[in-house]
């Protein structure tokens, strides 16, 4: 959890896999350090995408331990350059969305802290940040990258803002009128089904309910086409400790179900904002995985 | 927030009156300083109740200050004593709507710390324990009462229980296949609209979409015939420390809003358990206002 946000956790497989090169003398030896590298978080597609797109690009090159890494570095790098402009076409695109004034809810952390830009869903708030929008951030327990990732980014980007317990999601829905809600997303099966940060899948059922725009904001490679629905993504669940330690509950003798993503139906999704434009939901593979 | 809990700000307010005849040498003066007790907290209806009714009772009396305060002491007490009566009728009526093996979710703390007995919510899981039920716990942001107290109370009495993140709620309902969710009250308006704990209303509107049924447990003491509907019921906003102190952000100049109840429509709540029986939601008026 030193690394967090899907984009930025790709971008830190493609330097990691530098130095899984380093120590591999074959590039068996590579193959196996890049399979462990992968098993480090299970949810979040650019994980193993990052480190696929790198294993392609070498398979067929000589193993020549030094150039190889300087190779891999190279590819790393254009992994976290495109990232940052993949952030900034999701952050235009996107804010075709926001009229002035809007008033948003989003959950976790999608900023310059999640990404190599400036985000998926910050992105799109950020991009509109002339429109001056209302943001009221959710705390996103357990480890509150809400509270303290994404309150801090808005701040430094002079967005009016207030954060909130997520368990107000509803009733500030229904109060304060909100405009649109608008995530992030960990992985995204071929029929539109999403995985995020647990409280995600709360919020578009809400946001259904109260008939409010629910957006997903992801680069293409948070699209997994091999995956066909939300049922077939795994789901991490995290240690017990991850909720009661931030609590003052550290030691208690409390059973827990620490589960960090939830699957958020296509259904319930009104539209993906993606580098290639805003995409309505439930997808049309086509036209979503032609690029992919 | 020492005391909490509709129910146990009732009875403390009602020994607290003891304190109020001693401290004063007229009616007036008394007069002024329930009052001022009476501002103590907005939401629980329990509060007033219980001051109204002590008043009620005094004012045709001589004002002699120790008769007084014994005679108000007398009547908290049985007002303490009816509590805890109200719960065992609450349990033992509620009980009937729990299966075998029951899963169950629940928010904020209703049992033993928050009554004068074995709870409202908590008294129908409580005498449904040879049923062996299985409690999904809400943790119950920001104060934590789900997290701090229910847990232990669950604990004490051998039930089976886990701990969850506020906005887990949903996966939990859909993933778990939950039979039921149970809520104390903090108001219950004329058309059964209901104040409660920040969440509530998140629960109620995501067990109407999953057809779970949704119910509220409280005390006939809980039922304010004076107020028509929720849009009347006064929510306290609490202060931002609250927030923000119990995850480690104190003294970050964060904005938060910080509503500490919000407003379940009686549309949303399948029935209210109360000390005289189940009554279907919305309320009929006459049956369940008869009696208060």
Known sequence: MVLRGAPLIGICAAYGMVFCVRESNSLEELIKKAQYLSLARPTAVNLNWAIKRILNMIKNVRFDKKRLAQYVLNEARRIHEEDRMLCYKIGRFGSRLIKKNAKIITICNTGSLATGGTGTAFSVIYHSRNKRPFVYVLETRPYLQ????????????????CLICDSAAAFVMKREKIDLVITGADRIARNGDTANKI???????????????????????TFDASI?????????????????????????????????????PASHITAFITDKGIIKSPLKIPSIFNYV
Chains 1, 2 share one sequence.
């Open 199 to 221: 409280g995600t899948f709360m919020l578009a059922s809400l946001a259904k309910r109260f008939r409010i725009p629910f957006y997903v904001a992801a680069p293409y490679s």
């Open 228 to 264: 066909p629905t939300g049922a077939d993504i795994p789901v991490e669940a995290r240690p017990h400790n991850e909720i009661i330690d931030p609590i003052g509950l550290k030691g208690f003798d409390i059973k827990t179900l620490n589960i960090a993503f939830d699957i958020t």
């Open 146 to 161: 809400g509270a303290r990732l994404t309150m801090y980014e808005l701040k430094k980007a002079r967005i009016d803002s």
